[in-house]
């Protein structure tokens, strides 16, 4: 898969994706677009057990760009071989005069690597809620990756953080607002599901009085277009 520009309703500050892994990732969320993209097309390419495409370090990543790593999977995820890792962010580093983002449901790894990591990368990971939903994922809990990316080990680093809310599910607005000044990262992205996936939702009230608190805290949110959704339920 080449490098490629962003688009559609990822992120609007990206402005590339690419990925080096394929498979499935190990985290098996309910509403991933990517096995919903896989399912429709049969590509394989994300099917069967993670594993390494070794053309894609052929690829050249330039300068001046924003571009968002294994954007299809999960680097940081428990079944990713550690040479992978290192092989991946030694892709990087070729290329210092970009901005990389990580982003994992296993943010806890990522301190494994962090001496390593270009210094201009930006590292974040999503949390739907503070409540635990069965059969939503195989990933750690939601309170599990707001402790990791609220470790005082982040202060070492130059890296920003980013914190994804969604698809937002139904949540205590106290707790998660709670656990996000603790995680303080440097900006917020919040939406709603996509993919009609039939997930327990928050009413308009709550998402309102989550930004609320959020400007309280002076951290900036990113808001989606698909949270007009849940305005109108």
Same mark, same amino acid.
């Given at each position: 898969?080449?490098?490629?520009?962003?688009?559609?309703?990822?992120?609007?500050?990206?402005?590339?994706?690419?990925?080096?892994?394929?498979?499935?990732?190990?985290?098996?969320? $309910?509403?991933? +677009?990517?096995?919903?993209?896989? &399912?429709?097309?049969?590509?394989?390419?994300?099917?069967?057990?993670?594993?390494?495409?070794?053309?894609?370090?052929?690829?050249?990543?330039?300068?001046?760009?924003?571009?968002?790593?294994?954007?299809?999977?999960?680097?940081?995820?428990?079944?990713?071989?550690?040479?992978?890792?290192? &092989?991946?962010?030694?892709?990087?580093?070729?290329?210092?005069? @970009?901005?990389?983002?990580?982003?994992?449901? @296993?943010?806890?790894?990522?301190?494994?690597?962090?001496?390593?990591?270009?210094?201009?990368?930006?590292?974040?990971?999503?949390?739907?809620?503070?409540?635990? +939903?069965?059969?939503?994922?195989?990933?750690?809990?939601?309170?599990?990756?707001? *402790?990791?990316?609220?470790?005082?080990?982040?202060?070492?680093?130059?890296? $920003?953080?980013?914190?994804?809310?969604?698809?937002?599910?139904?949540?205590?607005?106290?707790?998660?607002?709670?656990?996000?000044?603790?995680?303080?990262?440097?900006? *917020?992205?919040?939406?709603?599901?996509?993919?009609?996936?039939?997930?327990?939702?928050?009413?308009?009230?709550?998402?309102?009085?989550?930004?609320? &608190?959020?400007?309280?805290?002076?951290?900036?949110?990113?808001?989606?277009?698909? *949270?007009?959704?849940?305005?109108?339920?």
């Amino acid at each position: 898969m080449p490098l490629r520009k962003s688009t559609g309703n990822m992120y609007p500050w990206v402005s590339h994706t690419h990925s080096h892994l394929a498979g499935e990732c190990s985290h098996k969320c $309910k509403y991933c +677009y990517v096995q919903v993209g896989e &399912k429709r097309n049969k590509t394989g390419r994300y099917a069967g057990e993670v594993r390494l495409i070794d053309k894609e370090f052929d690829v050249n990543y330039g300068t001046g760009k924003t571009i968002f790593i294994e954007h299809m999977n999960d680097l940081m995820a428990k079944d990713v071989a550690d040479a992978w890792v290192f &092989k991946i962010i030694s892709h990087t580093l070729r290329y210092p005069a @970009n901005i990389y983002v990580f982003q994992s449901k @296993n943010p806890a790894r990522f301190f494994d690597y962090a001496d390593l990591m270009p210094n201009n990368s930006i590292i974040g990971t999503t949390i739907e809620s503070n409540r635990v +939903y069965d059969g939503l994922n195989e990933a750690p809990t939601p309170e599990e990756r707001m *402790l990791a990316m609220s470790d005082t080990r982040w202060k070492d680093y130059d890296f $920003k953080k980013f914190l994804t809310i969604e698809p937002v599910l139904d949540f205590d607005v106290d707790i998660l607002a709670s656990w996000i000044s603790k995680i303080s990262p440097d900006f *917020l992205n919040l939406g709603a599901d996509s993919k009609d996936n039939d997930l327990i939702e928050p009413t308009f009230d709550k998402i309102m009085a989550l930004t609320d &608190k959020l400007k309280e805290y002076g951290i900036e949110l990113r808001e989606k277009a698909n *949270l007009e959704r849940l305005k109108k339920d």
